[in-house]
């Protein structure tokens, strides 16, 4: 069966520091990934997803960047925090064929002080 | 700009009652439909995904869709306050490239009453 996991749970970071999540998926080969966030009290928005190794696309412009060095790893991004940066960071996967559904990893509660 | 609309409650149901959960969506291109559960601090769960009009049933949960109305719904038999979450409609969308994005609406609180 396939497992998605995402670290760390939770992070405190000050502004200005930089940041690097990261996720990996077992259990399956070439699927797609994707990186949602989710503010406080707000729906999910999907910052990036990729369909392969060094393929990235971006959904809105911001501070963050996404990679993808290997074919079931996924990393989330940023130089530099900023306030704003805080919320709950989703990392999923889900299958190339079809109208396959996503499947989320446990998340990274990210606060910027 | 693709939407997904969402009541987003709180809908108060007591325990044993059926809860209706209602979503509309914008891009008429959409042809899958996803319902997540999130409980509070956790990430979401697949519950049900359907991808023809009409009802499709699992266990206490029916989903119903209505592509000509741009209308999916989820119906949870027997709530049972374990029920009580935020649920999540989701619709894929593909903006002309091959990539399956999901689009998911801001979801409905649901409180069961026990």
């Known amino acids: 069966s396939q497992t998605i996991h995402q670290w760390p749970a939770t992070l405190v970071q000050p502004v200005g520091s930089p940041l690097s999540l990261e996720c990996t998926v077992e259990?399956?080969?070439?699927?797609?990934l994707y990186w949602y966030r989710q503010a406080a009290g707000r729906g999910l928005q999907l910052l990036f997803y990729s369909v392969g190794i060094g393929q990235i696309s971006s959904e809105v412009p911001q501070n963050l960047s996404a990679s993808r060095p290997q074919d079931r790893q996924f990393i989330l991004s940023s130089k530099k925090l900023l306030l704003s940066d805080s919320g709950f960071y989703l990392c999923?996967?889900?299958?190339?064929?079809?109208?396959?559904?996503?499947?989320f990893g446990n998340g990274t509660r990210l606060t910027v002080t | 700009q693709k939407e997904v609309e969402q009541n987003s409650g709180p809908l108060s149901v007591p325990e044993g009652a059926i809860a209706s959960l209602n979503c509309t969506y914008s891009d008429r291109g959409s042809q899958s439909f996803f319902w997540y559960r999130q409980y509070s601090g956790k990430s979401p769960e697949l519950i049900m995904f359907i991808y023809s009009n009409g009802d499709k049933e699992d266990g206490r949960f029916t989903a119903q869709l209505n592509k000509a109305s741009q209308y999916v719904s989820l119906l949870i038999r027997d709530s049972q306050p374990s029920d009580s979450a935020t649920y999540l409609c989701a619709v894929n969308t593909r903006d002309g490239g091959a990539t399956n994005k999901l689009i998911f609406g801001t979801g409905t609180l649901l409180a069961v009453q026990p």
């Open positions: 999923a996967w889900s299958r190339t064929t079809g109208n396959s559904p996503l499947h």
């Open positions: 259990g399956t080969s070439n699927p797609n």
